[in-house]
């Protein structure tokens, strides 16, 4: 079965500063990866997904991952945060032969002025 | 196009008693999933519903339920509600079809609070 791993369950950067946050999978298919993004009292919206097209995805607001299989890595990064920013990350793990989605523990972003 | 319809969007139930939630998903959309989300366990998968039939279905009990209906629309029921059963639920909907890549489209959700 597949799963995620998210490491650090809350991150804080400073406005203008690079984030970056871990995620792991386990897949014993090729694996289709996203990360989504919760606002208090939302439901969660799409940042971006790997489908195995190109390695480096880039989404909204600014975010970019790297699919990088030797380390079974999806790190999602952003060069300068904003204040706007500030919100719950999840990383999930779709395998191609089955439609459930899992996600990972999810991880606090807090961007500090 | 309308997005991912939840209803209630809050509730107040006691312990014992049952519930259902209502999801209407994207038009044209055929699955749909259900996910529990709590601060101690995070999002849990609880059910996916393709073309009126479950086709997937996590680790939660008989308590838990769903079904689809002929237009997609899709509804969960708990029963014998427990407070551990407080959360927020939330619904997704996607095209369609194992293999099929596409991400899912989420439902703002229904907060469920048990008394």
């Known amino acids: 079965a597949q799963s995620v791993t998210q490491l650090g369950s809350h991150v804080s950067v400073s406005e203008g500063a690079l984030v970056l946050l871990r995620c792991n999978y386990s897949?014993?298919?090729?694996?289709?990866l996203f990360w989504y993004v919760q606002y208090p009292n939302q439901g969660l919206q799409l940042l971006l997904k790997?489908?195995?097209?190109?390695?480096l995805v880039k989404g909204i607001n600014g975010f970019e991952a790297e699919f990088k299989k030797s380390e079974t890595s999806f790190h999602l990064t952003k060069p300068s945060a904003h204040m706007s920013d500030a919100a719950e990350y999840f990383c999930?793990?779709?395998?191609?032969?089955?439609?459930?989605?899992?996600f990972g523990a999810g991880t606090r972003l807090t961007v500090k002025p | 196009k309308a997005g991912v319809t939840q209803t209630p969007r809050y509730l107040i139930k006691t312990r014992g008693q049952q519930v259902t939630l209502s999801c209407s998903p994207i038009?044209?959309?055929?699955?749909v999933s259900w996910y529990q989300q709590t601060p101690g366990q995070g999002l849990q998968f609880l059910f996916e519903?393709?073309?009126?039939?479950?086709?997937n279905k996590g680790n939660f009990p008989g308590r838990f339920s769903g079904r689809q209906f002929s237009n997609s629309r899709s509804e969960m029921n708990v029963s014998t509600l427990e407070l551990g059963d407080s959360a927020l639920y939330l619904c997704?909907?996607?095209?369609?079809?194992?293999?099929?890549?596409?991400?899912?489209?989420f439902g703002e959700g229904s907060r469920l609070t048990v008394l």
């Open positions: 997704a909907s996607s095209l369609a079809g194992a293999g099929d890549t596409g991400e899912l489209f």
């Open positions: 897949s014993s298919v090729p694996p289709y």
């Open positions: 790997y489908t195995s097209a190109a390695t």
């Open positions: 999930a793990v779709k395998s191609g032969n089955n439609n459930d989605m899992r």
């Open positions: 038009s044209g959309h055929r699955s």
């Open positions: 519903y393709f073309s009126e039939t479950q086709r």
